[in-house]
């Protein structure tokens, strides 16, 4: 079913005049945090569907699930600290006809439970959504063990899963009602900190099909996630410079849509992905498999280079792994310049 | 489906377990690899549930009312499909298909391809929280259907299984039913040499359920077992059936070598002259 709506209408997801939206300092004001955006999604959808059951492993005040969880008492369930039990338990409900979302740390529910969900939800092709939150390095003081940088290519990987990064609140917002008509497994990356809003009020999410802020005819930049923040900063940074740097939010990491991702390569000199994630296996690996088979183009990617984080406030983590608009300039302009040489 | 006259009848069930049995070597001999220890040992009980205890439709595998049946010790998977093939959910030519390219009896069920497959299993240790969920859902939705759940002795080393043994108990989940082929042997050896599992009875019992220690052998037994567990209230009914690893075969019995070793054609043989023995006796 995913595959069948990605084609259509990609055109009509752009808009023409780069989007100038209100970009608040990461963590400060304006935006709020995605996991925030979910609580209230949750709520929504609950009222609405009765089949919607939630489950946690011992983290609902932090996962946002526990709004649903005072509203819906008798549709939720805390599994205690065991993910591998709780994917295995949300399978068993979906399997009984229910529409599980199971959510706990994105570390603990990709990492700790990932064979479960290979065998039990993907090789099945279980109805299950698995949302988690606290992804990425802006996990920020508790450290490495606790950021995922590596949950995107575990998804990724899997047969029959989709995986959507949004970007902000509003598309969170989207991306669980669009989830919730979607039959399949589905990976939700939602992260800890507060973002700034990005996306347009009006803006509806469909799997499969890119946002474009702006194409480019020097650089254009595929982002997810937070990083689409980021990447409009640099956008506005370059155009400074002289640079026509385009922003696509490609929250739907899988599948990619294929069609912008082409045309951008098509249209520029250079493409840089970026993500809070590892470089190796999601976002900027999506994008290199498909354009070094369909269309090679020099691509720069944007993100933690094989290396784990560590503990720090979240803006200070940012600059420490080159996740901020100043170093994805560096990188263009040291890119542009090079080829021109 | 079940609970007729005829279905209660324990020599009508011991000829069964038979056939079962029989139809497990043929397939296994036939694909030339596989379980054929675990198979046998859980063959009783297995009989039982499909041709006494549980409601099933083999016309309409995804009928609401139905019981469940979740294989976590997924490689028994020539039992599974021996009592499905009999029960009518598909052509019983199928069986020597098993693990062959374009089969749907893959080396361990795959619900996706083979109708009357609950879900997908083959990876130790995953059935009992997806038994779980789903009795849960059951619960929800008022379907007053039982779910029932194999796991293997040696599979109780996994960790995952203790996690469920807590929730199944949490939720009080009287609609489920474990049951444990305590055949004493894995892979690698006797599971006390391995990683010892007693006292499995006080274990269950002090994570919250019902235990009836049983000779997984005799079907009086097995039908009584399932018979109480349905009416225990308030908490999961775990079914500890002390097994014989490859029962049934004599030189199978007891045979940490048969765990994942299919019969040879000289073997199945030998097996069939026994196994047909009884059949006819």
């Given at each position: 079913m995913?595959?069948?709506?990605?084609?259509?209408?990609?055109?009509?997801?752009?808009?023409?005049?780069?989007?100038?939206?209100?970009?608040?300092?990461?963590?400060?004001g304006g935006g709020v945090a995605t996991r925030?955006?979910?609580?209230?999604?949750?709520?929504?959808?609950?009222?609405?569907?009765?089949?919607?059951?939630?489950?946690?492993a011992d983290l609902s005040a932090s996962t946002k699930t526990g709004t649903f969880a005072k509203a819906f008492p008798e549709r939720f369930f805390n599994i205690g600290v065991s993910e591998q039990d709780l994917i295995g338990t949300a399978s068993g409900l979906s399997l009984a006809g229910k529409l599980p979302f199971a959510s706990t740390f994105a570390v603990f529910e990709t990492g700790r439970a990932w064979?479960?969900?290979?065998?039990?939800?993907?090789?099945?092709?279980?109805?299950?959504?698995?949302?988690?939150?606290?992804?990425?390095?802006?996990?920020?003081?508790d450290g490495a063990s606790h950021q995922a940088v590596e949950d995107i290519a575990l998804m990724r990987v899997l047969p029959n899963m989709t995986v959507i990064v949004p970007a902000d609140g509003i598309e969170t917002k989207q991306v669980i009602s669009a989830i919730s008509e979607h039959y399949g497994p589905v990976y939700v990356r939602?992260?800890?900190?507060?973002?700034?809003?990005?996306?347009?009020?009006?803006?509806?999410?469909?799997?499969?099909?890119?946002?474009?802020?702006?194409?480019?005819?020097?650089?254009?930049?595929?982002?997810?996630?937070?990083?689409?923040?980021?990447?409009?900063?640099?956008?506005?940074?370059?155009?400074?410079?002289?640079?026509?740097?385009?922003?696509?939010?490609?929250?739907?990491?899988?599948?990619?849509?294929n069609d912008t991702v082409l045309e951008a390569a098509k249209v520029s000199r250079l493409i840089v992905t970026a993500e809070e994630h590892s470089v190796i296996g999601g976002l900027g690996g999506a994008v290199c498999e498909f354009l070094a088979e369909e269309y090679p183009v020099p691509v720069k990617r944007i993100g933690l280079r094989d290396t784990f984080g560590c503990s720090g406030p979240s803006d200070e983590l940012m600059k420490l792994y080159?996740?901020?608009?100043?170093?994805?300039?560096?990188?263009?302009?040291?890119?542009?310049?090079?080829?021109?040489k | 489906m079940s609970q007729t006259a005829a279905s209660r009848d324990i020599g009508f069930l011991k000829k069964q377990a038979n056939i079962v049995r029989i139809d497990i070597l043929k397939m296994l001999a036939e694909a030339g690899s596989g379980h054929t220890g675990g198979s046998l040992s859980a063959a009783d009980i297995v009989t039982a549930l499909y041709f006494y205890k549980m409601r099933h439709n083999p016309k309409d595998p995804a009928w609401k009312d139905r019981d469940r049946f979740i294989l976590s010790k997924g490689h028994a998977a020539p039992l599974l499909y021996a009592v499905l093939a009999i029960s009518g959910y598909f052509?019983?030519?199928?069986?020597?298909?098993?693990?062959?390219?374009?089969?749907?009896?893959?080396?361990?069920p795959c619900s996706k391809l083979l109708p009357g497959v609950e879900v997908s299993t083959g990876s130790l240790g995953q059935g009992l929280s997806v038994a779980n969920g789903i009795a849960i859902g059951l619960n929800m939705s008022g379907?007053?259907?039982?779910?029932?759940?194999?796991?293997?002795?040696?599979?109780?080393?996994?960790?995952?299984?203790?996690?469920?043994?807590?929730?199944?108990?949490?939720?009080?989940?009287?609609?489920?039913?474990?049951?444990?082929?305590?055949?004493?042997?894995?892979?690698?050896?006797?599971?006390?040499?391995?990683?010892?599992?007693?006292?499995?009875?006080?274990?269950?019992?002090?994570?919250?359920?019902?235990?009836?220690?049983?000779?997984?052998?005799?079907?009086?037994?097995?039908?009584?077992?399932?018979?109480?567990?349905?009416?225990?209230?308030?908490?999961?009914?775990?079914?500890?059936?002390?097994?014989?690893?490859?029962?049934?075969?004599?030189?199978?019995?007891?045979?940490?070598?048969?765990?994942?070793?299919?019969?040879?054609?000289?073997?199945?043989?030998?097996?069939?002259?026994?196994?047909?023995d009884i059949d006819n006796g």
């Open positions: 995913g595959e069948k709506i990605q084609k259509s209408k990609i055109k009509s997801q752009k808009l023409a005049p780069p989007h100038n939206p209100p970009l608040s300092k990461g963590g400060s925030d955006a979910y609580g209230e999604a949750l709520l929504e959808l609950g009222r609405k569907r009765e089949d919607v059951v939630v489950l946690d064979e479960q969900i290979r065998q039990t939800i993907s090789y099945s092709n279980l109805n299950v959504k698995l949302v988690a939150t606290h992804s990425g390095i802006t996990v920020a003081e939602l992260g800890r900190s507060k973002v700034p809003v990005v996306m347009p009020e009006d803006y509806r999410f469909s799997i499969g099909k890119a946002y474009t802020f702006h194409i480019g005819k020097d650089v254009n930049i595929i982002a997810a996630g937070i990083m689409v923040s980021v990447a409009l900063k640099a956008m506005s940074i370059l155009k400074d410079r002289g640079i026509d740097a385009g922003v696509i939010n490609m929250s739907s990491v899988k599948p990619l849509d080159g996740l901020t608009p100043e170093n994805i300039v560096q990188v263009v302009e040291e890119s542009l310049l090079g080829r021109q | 052509d019983k030519s199928l069986l020597m298909t098993l693990r062959k390219i374009g089969s749907p009896l893959q080396g361990h379907i007053n259907s039982r779910v029932y759940c194999m796991l293997g002795d040696g599979e109780t080393q996994e960790g995952q299984v203790w996690e469920a043994a807590m929730t199944a108990s949490h939720y009080r989940l009287d609609n489920l039913c474990a049951i444990i082929d305590n055949n004493g042997l894995q892979i690698d050896g006797p599971c006390c040499d391995v990683m010892g599992l007693e006292p499995i009875v006080k274990k269950w019992e002090a994570f919250g359920w019902h235990v009836i220690d049983i000779d997984g052998h005799d079907m009086k037994s097995i039908l009584n077992a399932l018979d109480e567990a349905e009416k225990v209230k308030g908490k999961p009914t775990m079914i500890v059936a002390r097994t014989v690893k490859g029962k049934g075969v004599s030189f199978f019995e007891g045979k940490v070598k048969y765990h994942g070793l299919a019969p040879t054609q000289e073997e199945l043989e030998r097996a069939l002259m026994e196994l047909e």
